[in-house]
C-alpha cells in the first residue's frame, strides 16, 4: 500500500492530496502543514482587509477536519517538516503545538511548501506596525492594526499584491503611497501598459513613488517613519511589505536536492525532483516558460492546483506531464482590470526574440449600446509566423475575457491570422461584431501581409531630427487642438484626398489618428498615391500611454 | 480601373465597401441599399425599444454621408437592385425617391442583401399592430405602436430577437406571451440547456406557451385577438413576429446563380458565386458548419462582417477563405446570459455522429469572492479523441467568457485533455484557480481515460425499471431533502465508507451529488471496493434542467 507524504496544504498540496484520494482509495496520505490552515484563499486575503470580503472564515476553502471526513486525508496541521532522509525514505517532522519531533516514512513525497515573502534587510523593518502578507495570521494582525487607527499607509512593493493592498487600504480610508524600486507598478507587464494604472491610483489620491526604495524604519510619535533613498519620509501607522517572494526551498536544498538559478526546486516535466520518489509542486518549484522554454520561477495559484494534480496522477501510474507556464495573471484595480499572458515586450527584447506589435483601443462592447469602456489591447507575435508570443490588456469589463482567450490561442499556437476569423460570441451588452480580438487580428494581420505598414510610436519619438519622419494627424481639428504629437501636421482623414499636395514626398510619413484606424486608411491612400506612409500603431491613445503624467506628490 | 457595385449597404455590404477602399484607392465603388440607412445597428433594436439605447442616433453605426466622405464610397440609398445581366454585366436599378430606373455596369459584383423575417401566412397577419423587426423603420413603428399605449404584447417565435423583444417590452410594463411552435425557447440550443431560461421568465412574469403557434389574428375592442392551435385566444395591442428569417435570394435565383438547400445562395470558400464575377456575403447566402462541414444558413453579424472582408479581398487580388460558421451566439435576458458555440448535442445525434457530454455548474469566480454566480456548461466531444465538438453555457456573468474562449478551442481543433491544462487568469473576482473550464476539461478527462465513468441522467430515468440502476445520492440529507431524484437512497459522501454494506454488489449504482464533485469521489470509491458505480453528470442540477417546472398561465 502506497504511503505518501505531501509538505504543506494550500494550493498544491491539497489539490495534490484530494486527487491523490481519489485516485487511490487505500493508500495512506498524509499532509503536513505549518500552519493551522490548510487550502486557505491566499488571493482573497487583501479584500478581506478590504472588507470586500467580510466573513474570515469565507478565506477557508476546506478545513482540516473536511479533508479527513471527505477525503480520509491525515491532515496535521502546526507541522513544521524539518529534514529529508532521502536513504531512509523519511522525514522529520517538528509538532509544534506538542513541541515535540517525530519521524514519518515514505513510499513517495510531494513537496509543496510554497514562497515565503521576502522581508528586505532594511534597518527597523521589524518594527510593529510593519507587515508582510501570506496567510491568515498575517491579515489577522493587519486588520488588528488597522482597527487601532491607521490614518496613513506605505506599501513597499507596487506588484500585483502591493496594488490589491493598496486598493482595498484605501477603501478603508487610509491614505496610501505606494513605493516600487522600479520605473513602472506590474513589473510583468511592458511599462507603457501601466500608464493606465497610473492613472486610477492617481484618481483614487494614492501617491506612487516610482524608482524609490524604503532605506530606514523608525518609530515615531505618530507611528512609523520610512526614509526613503530620495532622502523624502513617509509617516504611517502601517507598512506593508509587497516586495515579493522567494521559493521555500530549504528543505529540498538541504535534502540535496537539485535547485535551479532562482532558488525554486529544480522538477522534470513530470514534477519529479532529482530524487525519483520526491515531486514538487508550487510556488516553491522551478517550471518552465510555455512561451520561451527558459526557466521561470511563477508564484500562481492555478498552476499551483493543476502542478498538485499532475503530481498525484504520476504518482498513482497516470503519466502526465506539466506543460509549463505562460505567465496568465489579472489585476482589479478600483474601476481597472490589468491582465496579462504570454511574453511581454521587454522579456523579448531581453531575450533578444524577433517580435513585432500591435495596440488597440477598442470598447469592450457595441459602442451603442450603454456602458461601453475603452480597453487597451496590446499583442506580440512573431514578425515571420505570426503566431502570438503575448497580451497585455488594461481596462474596464471584457478585459479578462480577451486576455482568457489570447492564453488559448499561445497556448494552441495559433497567430495573429487566427485572430481575424475568431468567432467569439456578439450581442451588444457582450461584444462587438468585429470583437477586439478580432481587429487586433486584423491589424496584425495587414502588417504582416504588407499592407498596413506600422510604426511604433517610441520609433518616431526616437529618431534623430534630421531623420524623424513627418507625423500627418488626420484626426479633426477639434481632437488636434486637445492634445497631440509635437511636430505633427492635422489634416483630417476626410480632407486628406483633396490636399495631398501639402505632404512631403521625400519624406517618411507617420500617420497618427485617434486609435489607429483612421489612420489606416489614410496610410493605405497615401501609399497608393507613391507616398512612403506608415502608420502610427494605435494612434495618439498609444502616444499617451508612453508620456504618463507625472504622478502627484506623496501623501505625508 | 475596377468598378465595384455592391448589393446592401449593412453589415456584410458596409463591411465589403469600406475594405475595398483601404484595398484600392482608385476603384469605383457603389453601393445600393433599398433602405434608408446603411450600417445600422441591427442588434440593438430591440433595445432600443426597450430604453436602454435612448437615442436613436446611436443605433446608426455610420452615415452614407460618412460611407461618401471617408471612403469615398458612392452610396446610393432608397436603391432597390432589380435584376442582374450576368451576361451583360450590369444590374438594373430602381431609384425608389425619384421613381425611376437605370443600369450600372459592374466588374465584379457583391450581394449582400441580407435575410427577411419571416411573415407566416396566418389569417389577419397584416392587421394593423403585428410587426416584424429587420431595420429602424420596423422599429419606429413598433416604438409609435407603444406609444399608443399597449397594455399586453405576444411575441410569436421564442428564438434570440423574439426573447429579446420580450425582455425590452417587459421592461417597458407591458404584460407579455410568447407563443413557440417548438417544445423549447432558442431552438439552438439543448432543450434542457433552457430551463434555466424558463425560470427567468416566468419570474419576470411573462407566459410561455411552448409548442404552440397562432392560427389567426382578428381585431377587437381591446386590440388584436390572437387565437392558438389550442383554441385559447390571448388579447394584445402588439404583436411581434419573430419566427425567423429567410434569406433574400429573388435577385441571386432570377440571375441563375446557384442556390442551397435551404434557399440561400450557394457560395465557395472563397465567396464566390456560381458566376466569378458575382460574390455573396451575410445572412444571404449558404455557408460551410465549420464542425460538421454541413451547408448551414446562418444569419449573424459577426460572420458578415467578415464574409464582407474576405469578399472584398479576394476582388483586390488577396486570395482569402472563409473557414465557415460554427454558429457562436449569445443572447442576454435580464439577468441571465445564454451562450452557444459548435454542434448542439441534438444536431450530433440528429445526424449520427459520435459523441461524449458534460455538464458542470460552477461559480464564474471564486465562491468566496461576493458576487458568485452559478452558470452550467455542457461540452460535447468526441468520444475517443475528446476533440471540442460544442459547448453551450447558461448562469448570469461570465458566460460570455467561457464560451468565447470554447469558440476558439473548438477553432484551433483542440481537445478535452487541452481543457484541463488551460492557463486562464485568476484573481478572486473574475475566476477560479480551477476555472469552469478547468472543471469541464477534469471531468470529461477522466471520463475518457476511464477514471471518471459517467452515466447520463437522461439514461438512467429511461432505464426500464428491470434494468434501472441503483441511484445512490451522496449529498446531505438536507440537501436531498430539498429533493431529489425519484427512488434514491441517501448516505452523504463523508458516512459513506463506513456504510458500503448498504449497498448493492449485484446492481450498476448511479451517484448523484449536487453538481457531480462529491459524486465523482464517491464513484471512485465505490469502484476501488469493487461496486459497479458511475457518477451522474452534474448531479442533481443536472436532474433539474430535465424538470423543467410547468409555465405560468398566459397574461390573457
Redesign the interface.
Known amino acids: 500500500m502506497m504511503k505518501l507524504l505531501i509538505v504543506g496544504g494550500v494550493?498544491g498540496g491539497a489539490s495534490a492530496a484530494a486527487r491523490a484520494?481519489?485516485?487511490?482509495?487505500?493508500a495512506e496520505i498524509v499532509v503536513f502543514e505549518r500552519g493551522p490552515d490548510v487550502s486557505f484563499?491566499n488571493?482573497?486575503l487583501p479584500?478581506y482587509v478590504g472588507g470586500?470580503?467580510?466573513q474570515r472564515d469565507?478565506?477557508l476553502?476546506t478545513t482540516p477536519e473536511r479533508l479527513r471526513?471527505?477525503?480520509?486525508l491525515d491532515v496535521r496541521t502546526r507541522s513544521l517538516v524539518e529534514a529529508i532522509d532521502r536513504v531512509g525514505k523519511k522525514i522529520r517532522v517538528r509538532d509544534l503545538a506538542a513541541g515535540r519531533e517525530y519521524e514519518e516514512s515514505y513510499d513517495k513525497l510531494i513537496l509543496a511548501p510554497g514562497a515565503a515573502p521576502l522581508r528586505p534587510a532594511i534597518p527597523g523593518c521589524d518594527l510593529p506596525g510593519i507587515f508582510t502578507l501570506r496567510n491568515l495570521q498575517d491579515v489577522d494582525r493587519i486588520q488588528q492594526q488597522v482597527s487601532r487607527g491607521v490614518r496613513q499607509a506605505v506599501v513597499v512593493g507596487a506588484g500585483?499584491i502591493g496594488l490589491?493592498m493598496v486598493e482595498n487600504l484605501v477603501k478603508r480610508g487610509i491614505a496610501t503611497t505606494v513605493v516600487e524600486k522600479n520605473g513602472q507598478v506590474l513589473t510583468p507587464f511592458d511599462p507603457e501598459m501601466t500608464t493606465p494604472i497610473l492613472e486610477t491610483l492617481a484618481a483614487q489620491g494614492v501617491s506612487v513613488l516610482l524608482g524609490q526604495t524604503a532605506e530606514s524604519f523608525q518609530q515615531s510619535p505618530d507611528g512609523l517613519v520610512v526614509r526613503l533613498r530620495s532622502g523624502q519620509r513617509l509617516t504611517a501607522q502601517l507598512v506593508i511589505l509587497g516586495v515579493g517572494v522567494r521559493p521555500e526551498n530549504k528543505l529540498a536544498v538541504d535534502a540535496g536536492l537539485e535547485g535551479g538559478p532562482r532558488g525554486g526546486i529544480r522538477v522534470s516535466e513530470f514534477l519529479v525532483t532529482s530524487d525519483p520518489d520526491i515531486y514538487a509542486v508550487g510556488d516553491a518549484v522551478e517550471v518552465r516558460d510555455?512561451v520561451s522554454g527558459d526557466p521561470v520561477q511563477v508564484p500562481?495559484?492555478?498552476?499551483?492546483?493543476?502542478q498538485g494534480?499532475i503530481a498525484a496522477d504520476n504518482i498513482f501510474g497516470?503519466p502526465a506531464k506539466y506543460?509549463g507556464?505562460?505567465g496568465?495573471?489579472?489585476?482589479?484595480l478600483f474601476d481597472r482590470?490589468a491582465?496579462i499572458?504570454g511574453a511581454s515586450e521587454k522579456s523579448l527584447r531581453r531575450a533578444g526574440r524577433p517580435y513585432r506589435k500591435v495596440y488597440v483601443h477598442p470598447a469592450q462592447h457595441?459602442g451603442?449600446?450603454?456602458g461601453a469602456e475603452p480597453m487597451t489591447l496590446k499583442i506580440l507575435f512573431h514578425p515571420e509566423t505570426g503566431k502570438l508570443l503575448g497580451a497585455q490588456a488594461v481596462g474596464g469589463a471584457g478585459v479578462?475575457?480577451r486576455?482568457?482567450?489570447l492564453?488559448?490561442?499561445i497556448?494552441?499556437g495559433?497567430t495573429v491570422f487566427?485572430l481575424?476569423?475568431?468567432?467569439?460570441?456578439?450581442?451588444?451588452?457582450?461584444?462587438a461584431?468585429?470583437?477586439p480580438i478580432?481587429m487586433a487580428g486584423?491589424v496584425a494581420g495587414g502588417m504582416l501581409?504588407g499592407?498596413h505598414p506600422q510604426v511604433d510610436v517610441e520609433a518616431v519619438l526616437a529618431a534623430p531630427a534630421d531623420r524623424r519622419p513627418f507625423v500627418l494627424d488626420v484626426r479633426t481639428s477639434q481632437e488636434f487642438s486637445a492634445g497631440n504629437i509635437p511636430g505633427a501636421t492635422n489634416i483630417s482623414?476626410?480632407d486628406l484626398?483633396s490636399r495631398l499636395d501639402e505632404l512631403p514626398r521625400d519624406r517618411d510619413i507617420a500617420v497618427c489618428c485617434q486609435v489607429g484606424q483612421?489612420g489606416?486608411?489614410a496610410t493605405?491612400?497615401l501609399r497608393?498615391?507613391g507616398f512612403s506612409a506608415s502608420n502610427i500603431g494605435g494612434g495618439y491613445k498609444t502616444y499617451r500611454l508612453f508620456q504618463p503624467k507625472p504622478r502627484g506628490a506623496p501623501a505625508t
Chains 1, 2 share one sequence.
Open positions: 494550493a484520494r481519489r485516485l487511490s482509495e487505500d484563499a488571493c482573497g479584500y470586500e470580503i467580510a469565507k478565506l476553502v471526513t471527505r477525503f480520509k500585483f490589491e510555455f500562481l495559484a492555478g498552476p499551483a492546483n493543476r494534480r497516470r506543460r507556464t505562460q496568465t495573471a489579472i489585476v482589479g482590470t491582465a499572458t457595441a451603442y449600446y450603454p479578462d475575457k486576455i482568457d482567450v492564453a488559448v490561442v497556448q494552441a495559433m487566427d481575424e476569423e475568431m468567432e467569439l460570441a456578439y450581442a451588444p451588452q457582450y461584444g461584431a468585429k470583437d478580432n486584423f501581409r499592407d482623414v476626410d484626398r483612421r489606416y486608411l493605405r491612400m497608393q498615391k
